[in-house]
């Protein structure tokens, strides 16, 4: 089954990848989409790389000889949306695979500011300064499928309110889906919003929040529903969990279907998209060390690594389905090595 999915994955990565040159650019050049994609992959996966060692060693794999600053100038010609349209098709090829229609999914929704350089949002009044100099930062947001480690949605500006960017992901859920949050993201506000939409949830409570103190003299024991009032001035229900002296909210009412572990559990499996922010910030290029120095490009680089990640994701379920090595949580992407090594 996957043999034929990665099949298709490549075809679709392809056919994308042509109809945006062909979007852009209406005769032959030598710095296509193709060439820019390609540079981008390598350059935020090959740590250390300068921009002129990339093009050398695509120019000895049969690429075009160029200069850095007609690339520079060749990416202004590409908005930035046919990246993320490219990364929302391969993800769906995934979706389709792994979820069969009406299986419920479990996101994690998280963000981490990146910092950026100077000249990035033109139009922005805060600077921040480090070391003697000035920068931006913006704030990276992604939406994290927790059981197979793959990024769904993400997006990234200079608006540094995570609930902001939480609420743009919600067009990529569908009905059932459990959305898990940190304790930065509760609201009366948000737990409406995701009711309305048909989505469930697990909050993290603040231990010091003033509008959830009253909850925790509520709760007698470990696992209760309560009535509890949100904007529209309507009772919600909600259970809370109280689970190694922090406690949860969660829309998740079946105690039977979903007992206390299980939630917890899920709840624990958010530190998997902390994990994917470290690789992005550590393992791959592109948050260190950005090419473009305007908002445009590095929105476009911030793009590709998430293609580059679901690329690097889809090859390591091609691996395991070849060793016969269970597809979901045991292996996230650092471990992949190792899994190899024990099965072969």
């Not at 992005?280 to 120095?293: A, I, P, R």
Request: glycine share 4%; charged share 25%; hydrophobic share 35%.
């Amino acid at each position: 089954m996957i043999g034929k999915f990665w099949s298709k994955f490549k075809n679709v990565f392809t056919k994308s990848v042509t109809e945006n040159n062909n979007t852009v650019i209406k005769r032959k050049r030598k710095i296509d989409f193709k060439y820019i994609l390609t540079f981008m992959l390598v350059y935020s996966c090959q740590i250390g790389y300068t921009a002129k060692k990339v093009i050398h060693i695509m120019t000895n794999h049969g690429f075009p000889t160029i200069k850095e600053p007609s690339l520079l100038s060749a990416r202004l010609k590409y908005p930035h949306y046919m990246f993320y349209s490219i990364f929302i098709k391969l993800v769906d090829i995934v979706d389709s695979l792994i979820y069969p229609k009406n299986k419920r999914r479990f996101f994690a929704i998280d963000g981490c500011k990146v910092r950026v350089p100077s000249t990035t949002f033109r139009n922005s009044d805060t600077k921040y300064v480090n070391y003697g100099g000035y920068y931006d930062v913006g704030m990276l947001s992604c939406m994290y499928d927790v059981v197979y480690h793959i990024p769904y949605d993400f997006s990234f500006s200079n608006d540094t309110s995570e609930r902001t960017h939480a609420l743009q992901h919600f067009k990529r859920c569908r009905t059932g889906d459990v959305l898990i949050f940190d304790r930065g993201y509760i609201s009366r506000e948000m737990m409406c919003t995701l009711t309305q939409k048909q989505l469930d949830f697990i909050f993290r409570i603040p231990n010091n929040d003033n509008q959830f103190k009253f909850i925790f003299k509520e709760i007698e024991n470990a696992d209760k529903i309560i009535n509890y009032q949100v904007p529209n001035g309507k009772l919600l229900k909600l259970r809370i969990i109280k689970y190694n002296n922090y406690y949860l909210a969660t829309s998740l009412l079946n105690t039977n279907k979903f007992p206390l572990q299980f939630v917890a559990d899920k709840y624990n499996q958010r530190w998997n998209i902390e994990e994917h922010f470290k690789l992005q910030k550590s393992d791959l290029t592109t948050l260190q060390s950005f090419h473009g120095l305007t908002e445009h490009s590095i929105i476009q680089e911030i793009y590709t690594q998430f293609i580059a990640i679901i690329v690097a994701r889809v090859i390591m379920l091609q691996t395991l389905d070849k060793l016969n090595v269970d597809i979901k949580v045991k292996y996230p992407y650092n471990s992949i090595n190792e899994v190899v090594k024990r099965n072969t």
